[in-house]
Nanobody
C-alpha cells in the first residue's frame, strides 16, 4: 500500500519561498501521477498542481502559475513543490496525493481521481 508523507511547510512572510516535499513508500512512485492540493480554513480543498508519471506533463492552478513549480524524482520516490513569491492567500494545509493507473503522460487536478493522500503540511503566509 502506498504511503505519502509531506514535509517542508511552515510560516513565511509574503514574498517568501518554501519547498514542499512528498515522500512515498510502499510502492514505486512511477506507477502514479501525483497532485498537490490545499485546503484553507473554511474553504473547500482545491487542486494546486499535478505532474504525470513520466514528468512529461504538469498542470497548475491559475493563481499559482509562474510562482509554483512541481517536480518529481522517481528514483528517490519523491515529489516536490517549489513555492515562490508566496501570498497570504496561499495559506492552507497542503496535501500530496497519488493517482494510480493514469496514462504515463497525463495528470488531472480532480481530487476524486486520486487514490492515496498524505496527512498534509501547514503553510502559513503572514507578516
Amino acid at each position: 500500500q502506498l504511503q505519502l508523507v509531506e514535509s517542508g511547510g511552515g510560516l513565511v512572510q509574503p514574498g517568501g519561498s518554501l519547498r514542499l516535499s512528498c515522500a512515498a513508500s510502499g510502492s514505486a512512485l512511477d506507477y502514479y501521477a501525483i497532485g498537490w492540493f490545499r485546503q484553507a480554513p473554511g474553504k473547500e480543498r482545491e487542486g494546486v498542481s499535478c505532474i504525470s508519471r513520466n514528468s512529461g506533463s504538469s498542470l497548475y492552478k491559475d493563481s499559482v502559475k509562474g510562482r509554483f513549480t512541481i517536480s518529481r524524482d522517481n528514483a528517490k520516490n519523491m515529489v516536490y513543490l517549489q513555492m515562490n513569491s508566496l501570498k497570504p492567500e496561499d495559506t492552507g494545509v497542503y496535501y500530496c496525493a497519488a493517482d494510480q493507473g493514469r496514462f504515463r503522460g497525463v495528470c488531472v487536478m480532480t481530487l476524486g481521481s486520486y487514490d492515496y493522500r498524505g496527512q498534509g503540511t501547514q503553510v502559513t503566509v503572514s507578516s
